[in-house]
């Protein structure tokens, strides 16, 4: 049966879940990044979404809220109207909600490269070949000297080290990833190489069951 991601964030709600601890790591290193992001306009992208928790708190009450451009991609459409008027009720206008398939390249070719790509939720849900090409297209999606955030469980098979190593492979430099014992997985890596064209008409993964 397919997962009902509508009801998958009633999770948020629990202080003590793995998700809200994820939640709250993510919005940490989000606002981080925009404190050390340089002046001028700034663009970001959210893959898969959801209803934007990870992203749109964060802008809302962050001084650099109204030099950010945002898009949101997520095939859910009440999880993007949750997002939409998330956005509205927090007047950030240049935060626009697309409902589409995030997998999509063609979802991003005109942001792209952005200052901020938001990668979470997907790598606990995709093959592993699929990871190592959506960190591949992250060369793209990731302006110089921007940052991504990605997130994955550390069970067993731990494969956060390996896409570690995945992403310095594009050339990437970490910035934070958390620890087994933290009992979350969410990466933060900075792009120091020059991005590559974003190809049209590919789609970087597909979600398993």
């Not at 992250?138 to 570690?164: E, Q």
Request: charged share 20%.
């Amino acid at each position: 049966m397919t997962r009902d991601w509508y009801a998958w964030h009633d999770d948020y709600e629990d202080p003590g879940s793995a998700l809200s601890r994820r939640l709250a790591e993510v919005r940490l290193r989000v606002g981080q990044a925009l404190d050390a992001a340089p002046p001028g306009p700034l663009r970001a992208v959210s893959l898969c979404a959801g209803q934007g928790r990870d992203l749109i708190p964060v802008l809302a009450a962050h001084p650099r809220r109204d030099d950010v451009t945002a898009r949101l991609v997520e095939m859910d459409p009440r999880n993007a109207e949750v997002a939409r008027s998330a956005a509205r009720a927090a007047g950030l206008s240049a935060v626009e909600v697309v409902v589409g398939d995030a997998a999509r390249t063609d979802a991003y070719t005109d942001l792209a490269p952005a200052d901020l790509v938001l990668v979470c939720g997907v790598f606990g849900n995709v093959s592993e070949a699929d990871i190592r090409a959506t960190v591949r297209h992250c060369a793209a999606l990731c302006a110089t000297g921007g940052t991504v955030f990605w997130t994955r469980h550390r069970r067993s098979t731990d494969l956060v080290p390996t896409i570690c190593g995945w992403f310095a492979q594009e050339g990437f430099a970490p910035v934070a990833v958390s620890s087994p014992a933290d009992g979350v997985g969410v990466g933060v890596h900075r792009f120091l190489g020059e991005p590559r064209p974003l190809p049209t008409g590919v789609t970087m993964f597909e979600f398993v069951d």
